[in-house]
């Protein structure tokens, strides 16, 4: 094997090694107890994959198997550095983080949501992040408040 394959191969499989950052949005990291498990989790997932990847022998094959646990650990130490847990909601009274809304659009369907951290959030499982154009038109706001989203109403009709 030529030493020129030998470095054209070696750069190949360095440029595969360098993935983008995860993005982290400017907003505040705010944590449920159960957001800040799961990021203390996959940090912790991430290590062990790096751990793993790092055990190859073949050095190109260690830099394309470490490079996606290089960069989750990045982005869970920082999430975990910057999460600020927030306690459970005391009172009913009006929507905070952490509180499950059920509201009525106007065209008569009705939703309940979760408000939660960003990491957490997972409409199809019916959490919403704080930052979401919904979470921000609800917080602060009380039972049978009608609320403007864009062009539509929605009527919040229970708070948990």
Do not use: C, W
Not at 11 to 39: C, D, F, M, Q, Y
Not at 72 to 100: C, K, W
């Amino acid at each position: 094997m030529s030493v020129a394959f030998a470095k054209e191969e070696s750069a190949e499989a360095a440029a595969e090694t360098i993935l983008p950052a995860r993005p982290i949005s400017g907003r505040i990291n705010l944590v449920t107890e159960a957001g800040l498990k799961t990021l203390r989790d996959e940090l912790v997932r991430a290590q062990q994959a790096f751990a793993t990847a790092n055990a190859l022998e073949d050095v190109n094959e260690r830099r394309r198997q470490s490079a996606v646990p290089v960069r989750d650990m990045h982005y869970y130490a920082e999430r975990v550095r910057t999460a600020q847990l927030m306690p459970a909601p005391t009172s009913n009274e009006v929507i905070a983080f952490g509180h499950t809304v059920t509201f009525e659009r106007d065209d008569g369907r009705r939703q309940t949501f979760r408000i939660v951290g960003e990491d957490e959030a997972n409409p199809s499982q019916a959490s919403i992040s704080h930052g979401s154009p919904v979470a921000v038109a609800l917080i602060g706001k009380a039972v049978g408040e009608i609320v403007q989203l864009g062009q539509r109403e929605i009527e919040i009709l229970s708070i948990s």
